[in-house]
């Protein structure tokens, strides 16, 4: 499904991009392979917490919110998970970046991704495993907020001008008692 968004933007979203079965095996594997943090972020100038646990792979440094994540080795079944993303978008996706959302108190605050070293547009994909989640985009002006759920083995991809004019989060939610975990996907262009 193709979301149009107002003044370039787009949203792709395919709720069956991988089987159930094939979902429900990387999950258990990224479970294993990933090496799971929890890390603290610069928010309105104050450090805190991660409301969730982060692992992450790439070639190229990737920075965000006062905190560089360094090259570390892709494992081999995120690789082949990135390796299908890329094929699929058209994107030589180089960094992705794990987020372990252990219940519906775990979540990701509204914001865009848009450092200076992914460049001006960028094409940033989520693949989603586990328990289902509402992902949130809202535009930085006025204009309608868009929700999806975002369901085991779903591929979202956000493009065009999307981290321009638009932020994005998933919230809390205290009936999810389940863990998710998102593969999120960049290309970073340069070092920060």
Same mark, same amino acid.
């Given at each position: 499904?193709?979301?149009?968004l107002p003044?370039?933007g787009? @949203?792709?979203? #395919?709720?069956? &991009?991988? +089987?159930? %079965?094939?979902a429900a095996r990387?999950?258990v =594997? @990224?479970?294993? #392979?990933?090496? &799971?943090? +929890?890390? %603290?972020?610069?928010?309105?100038g104050?450090? =805190?917490?991660?409301?969730?646990?982060?692992?992450?792979?790439?070639t190229?440094?990737?920075r965000y919110s006062?905190?560089?994540?360094e090259?570390?080795?892709?494992?081999?079944?995120?690789?082949?998970a990135?390796e299908?993303v890329?094929?699929r978008?058209?994107v030589?996706?180089n960094?992705?970046l794990?987020?372990?959302?252990?219940?519906?108190?775990?979540?990701?605050g509204m914001?865009?991704?848009?450092e200076?070293?992914?460049?001006?547009?960028?094409v940033v994909?989520?693949?989603?495993?586990?328990?289902?989640r509402r992902?949130?985009l809202?535009?930085?002006?006025?204009?309608?907020?868009?929700?999806?759920s975002l369901t085991?083995g779903?591929?979202l991809?956000?493009?065009g001008?999307c981290?321009?004019?638009?932020?994005h989060?998933i919230?809390?939610d205290?009936g999810?008692?389940?863990?998710?975990?998102?593969?999120?996907?960049?290309?970073?262009l340069?070092p920060p």
């Amino acid at each position: 499904m193709r979301l149009d968004l107002p003044a370039g933007g787009f @949203l792709d979203f #395919e709720p069956d &991009w991988l +089987s159930q %079965e094939e979902a429900a095996r990387l999950h258990v =594997v @990224l479970l294993e #392979e990933l090496a &799971w943090e +929890s890390r %603290e972020v610069v928010l309105f100038g104050r450090r =805190v917490v991660q409301p969730r646990l982060v692992a992450w792979a790439g070639t190229i440094p990737y920075r965000y919110s006062g905190q560089t994540l360094e090259v570390r080795d892709f494992g081999p079944a995120l690789r082949e998970a990135v390796e299908r993303v890329a094929a699929r978008v058209g994107v030589p996706y180089n960094h992705v970046l794990a987020n372990r959302y252990r219940n519906g108190m775990d979540s990701m605050g509204m914001h865009s991704d848009d450092e200076p070293e992914l460049g001006d547009d960028p094409v940033v994909s989520s693949v989603s495993l586990g328990a289902a989640r509402r992902f949130v985009l809202m535009p930085r002006r006025k204009g309608e907020r868009i929700s999806l759920s975002l369901t085991a083995g779903s591929l979202l991809v956000m493009g065009g001008t999307c981290q321009k004019n638009y932020r994005h989060g998933i919230p809390k939610d205290a009936g999810t008692r389940s863990e998710r975990i998102s593969l999120t996907l960049r290309h970073v262009l340069r070092p920060p």
